[in-house]
């Protein structure tokens, strides 16, 4: 299902009118509409919140001992952290944006597909990855967001991701949000545990994310362990960092949000058009296929 293309007040909402955005969501029906719901919440809502909240909600894959391992032999986060991670966001910001029955979400789920293809995964671990992209960035947004998802967000996200997931194949995805829900839980409750290359595959992505900042190196590595949860960073072998910085970046957080509630609406998408590393002026110039490569 391809988002409309026809002008609505979520692409050019009234400069100040903040809930003009919600109250077209919440016009639209979660299930028929989720990727037009999708777009709009993602896109003009929650674009920053979206991308933290999938860069952790990656990070949080690599608590599991088989998904950890497969990287760990492929040896692509180890010599291609930053473009590793530069794909799966674009690959996912084109299906969000586009759709993924559009030219463009075709092509990026063709390349998803190939990537996948080339390594034996089982089908609970993508299961499982698939279901992070879903709950992961709803706990985010409830805990840090400008406004409270929507219930027709919330579903949305579950059909969107679900759709995706039967265009790659992904077997036995729970036909409930609740169901899929509680499939996400209890696998984390029995495979979250330490290995050595969780460890390792951990340690490259905390180096990735404090290359993206100016401060000091231990000082970053310190702020995002802050955010990770005692299930998580046992799996990692993390250190815990003293509760009086977990509760200072919430803070910050916190702070951010109440921010930007007083902005007016966002009238252009930022999904694919955020600045990128390893693509630069993407998506100018370039297709989805052009992902990947090595």
């Given amino acids: 299902m391809a988002p409309s293309s026809a002008p609505d ?15 077209r969501i919440t016009s639209l029906d979660p299930e028929r509409d ?47 952290p930053q473009q590793r991670y530069d794909d799966t966001a674009l690959l996912m910001a084109e299906l969000v944006e586009h759709g993924y029955d559009s030219p463009r ?14 390594y034996p995964i089982a089908n609970d671990d993508m299961r ?17 967001g400008w406004r409270p998802l929507t219930d027709h967000e919330r579903l949305a996200a579950f059909h969107f991701y679900r759709a995706v ?36 595959i951990g340690q ?9 900042y100016p401060a000091p190196k231990p000082l970053t590595s310190r702020a995002v ?18 509760p009086w910085l977990t509760t200072l970046a919430h803070h910050a957080l916190r702070l951010r949000a109440h921010t930007v509630r007083l ?18 002026n993407y998506p100018t110039g370039y297709r989805p296929s052009d992902i990947g490569a090595p």
């Fill in 225 to 242: 362990l802050a955010m990770l949860d005692a299930r998580m960073l046992s799996a990692f072998g993390f250190d815990p960092q003293p």
């Fill in 263 to 280: 902005l007016p609406p966002r009238r252009e998408p930022s999904l694919t058009s955020r600045p990128n590393r390893t693509y630069p």
């Fill in 128 to 144: 499982y990855v698939l279901s992070t992209f879903v709950y992961d960035p709803i706990e985010w947004i409830s805990t840090y």
């Fill in 165 to 200: 997931g039967a265009r790659m194949g992904i077997k036995e995805v729970p036909e409930t949000y609740e169901a899929f829900r509680d499939f996400k839980r209890a696998y984390e409750a029995e495979h979250f545990t330490y290995s050595d290359t969780n460890r390792r």
């Fill in 204 to 212: 490259y992505t905390l180096d990735l994310f404090c290359s993206w």
């Fill in 9 to 23: 007040r979520a692409h050019r909402p009234d400069r100040w009118d903040r809930f003009a955005n919600r109250r």
């Fill in 105 to 118: 979400g075709r092509d990026a789920l063709r390349v998803v597909n190939r990537l996948h293809g080339r």
């Fill in 34 to 80: 989720h990727a037009e719901i999708m777009r709009i919440s993602s896109g003009y809502e929650f674009p920053w919140d979206y991308v933290r909240a999938l860069e952790f909600a990656l990070f949080r894959t690599y608590c599991v001992p088989s998904i950890s391992a497969l990287l760990a032999r492929t040896g692509e986060f180890e010599k291609r």
